[in-house]
C-alpha cells in the first residue's frame, strides 16, 4: 500500500467508529 492509503484507512476507520456510534446515540 501507499504511504497515503495507509494514512487514509485510519480515518475511515474513525468515521465508521463515529457514525455507528451516533446511531446508538453513545455520542452526540
Known sequence: M???TAA???EN???HTVG???KK???K
Open 8 to 10: 487514509h484507512l485510519p
Open 13 to 15: 476507520l474513525r468515521l
Open 25 to 27: 446515540g453513545t455520542i
Open 20 to 22: 455507528s456510534s451516533q
Open 2 to 4: 501507499t504511504r497515503s
